[in-house]
């Protein structure tokens, strides 16, 4: 449905969908089959109802492994193959802006060869791959521009089997035509670990505080020299974090995701609303492209909301940051864009949660000097759309630069992390005793 607006918007359809399932078995076991939704689909055999995309989705998942991914051909038509150890269902479809082909797979794990996706070949940017939800994988494949989707299908092949696909590059104009209605890549809900207790505000035994780890799954957010992934620290720090938090008892600490998952930055506003939560606080790792000095910059920074940017190297953070559900495939539509946030959460948002926002980043940035590196100049604000709550004072820590070869290092340290996680862990206990202090 967000995809459909994004196509209407551009005054076409965007969307080329086709789903197919596979024969394990057979000797020419090409079955694809079946069938966009609701309407023609280019690669149609046999038509399926319009509930079919769902229904035919396997209860539990089935454990599949994918083992290889290539691109081959040329910047006309290009082939990607993906090896699987046994037959999946599998959902293909383009998303413009910036043009994508997305491979949707039940639970698939991903045991594929280091550097995979990482160089372009014809057609073919880069892609990624990982969880996208729970039970859910997904391929991204960023293009060099509009394309659409031919010869899709899946083979048996040495015990396993081959899903492949050609790309044929298209024009903007054409891109999407004829392939039937549009249908969106849903956006997955919110994957709390624990669903909050129907709560009314004010009957809460203790704050609620929501750690956000960036990134997740498919996105992995900032690489480092060493390939370490940004998603992977702030993991690793948030979990820290709540353990840390919750020694004393005196919180109810939550994280909008608790695994390597991916989640939408909706997703990520509605757990901190749906736990009414009482502080959030997202963790992230940037990099900086490689420039003259990138290599030279270092530090935390903790970034607060405000619609204009603090500086320009800010606001294309913030830029880089909120295009996190781009990069895991999920359409430019208005309804996951900021705009809607703008005009709603925004204007409701309440002077005394940007100024609560602020007091907290005020003694992070406090406790967090002491033991780590921090930043020139540590406290920021831009646009950040996982920060834009009506109910929570939020702020986005960034813990370093992964593109600093020594903040990199000290990341990946179990050391660093609970001393890291032991300032923000200070932090909150005496932005509470604060607010309990001015509390009558
Ligand atoms: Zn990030």
Redesign the pocket.
Known sequence: MLAARAGARQGRVALATLLFTVVQTSVNAVQQAAAEARGTSVITKTAAGAAAAEELRPGPPPAAEATAATVSGDSARSTFRLTLTSGVQAEIYTLPSPYRVIVDLPDVGFRLPAASGEHPQGLVKTFRYGLFAEGKARVVIDTTGPVRIDKAGMVAAGGGVVLSFDMIATDPQSFGLGTGPARSAPAPHATMQDEPPGRDRGTKAKPVVMIDP??GGIDG??MGSTKLL?KNIVLAVARELKAQLSVSGRYDVRMTRSSDVFVSLDGRLQASRAADADLFISL???SLAASGFAGSIRGATVYTLSERASDEQTRLMAEK?NASDLVAGLSAGKGDGVDEVNTILFDLMRRENANYSADFSNVLVGKLRRSIAMSRDPQRSAAFKVLKQAHAPSVLVELGYLSHTEDESLMNSLEWQRKAAASIAAAVDAYFAKRRASTP
């Open positions: 960036g990134h957010g900032a940004e992230h790792a940037d940051e």
